[in-house]
């Protein structure tokens, strides 16, 4: 969905804190089996997950220093660990669960999203949360993620 005018990265901000994290107020980590070793298992909150590898082999490194908390996402945005490494961040990946860190890198991957996908707003958070807005096929990878956050960036207004 092309909007009329350009897309406001701080609106935008706003409109994925409110699908993420209820605006910040409920900004818990979440595990992502993806960035985790394949075929390990982990237990978070109770709950078992297995690792698929996905995006591991990026992180090995970092998970050697880190461990599992290489696997999570963090703040009001939920950057993964892995994305805000791609976007020059050094520190620990709990030190994203503070905003105040983690904005810059949120909005430099935000730039980078809107520079690829322009004025689409639904490819943009679909690729903010899935990694890229589509599949081969031409379906949005996050179709209904998408639709909440252009429904809320256009509530705020």
């Known amino acids: 969905m092309p909007l009329s005018d350009p897309i406001d990265p701080e609106r935008l901000l706003r409109a994925i804190a409110r699908k993420e994290s209820r605006a910040g107020r409920n900004n818990c980590p979440r595990?992502?089996?993806?960035?985790?070793?394949?075929?390990?298992?982990?237990?978070?909150?109770?709950?078992?997950?297995?690792?698929?590898?996905?995006?591991?082999?990026?992180?090995?490194?970092?998970w050697a220093r880190w461990g599992m908390a290489c696997a999570f996402s963090f703040g009001s945005w939920q950057i993964m660990y892995a994305t805000a490494l791609k976007n020059g961040y050094l520190g620990p990946p709990w030190g994203?669960?503070?905003?105040?860190?983690?904005?810059?890198y949120v909005l430099k991957e935000l730039g980078r999203l809107i520079k690829r996908?322009?004025?689409?707003?639904?490819?943009?958070a679909s690729a903010w949360n899935a990694g890229t807005a589509r599949f081969e096929d031409g379906r949005l990878r996050a179709p209904e993620y998408a639709a909440v956050v252009v429904k809320f960036y256009e509530a705020a207004a």
């Open 31 to 62: 595990f992502e089996k993806a960035y985790a070793p394949e075929g390990e298992t982990f237990t978070v909150q109770g709950r078992e997950y297995t690792g698929t590898g996905r995006y591991y082999a990026a992180l090995a490194e970092a």
């Open 96 to 104: 994203l669960w503070d905003d105040a860190i983690a904005r810059p």
């Open 117 to 124: 996908y322009g004025d689409n707003l639904e490819e943009i």
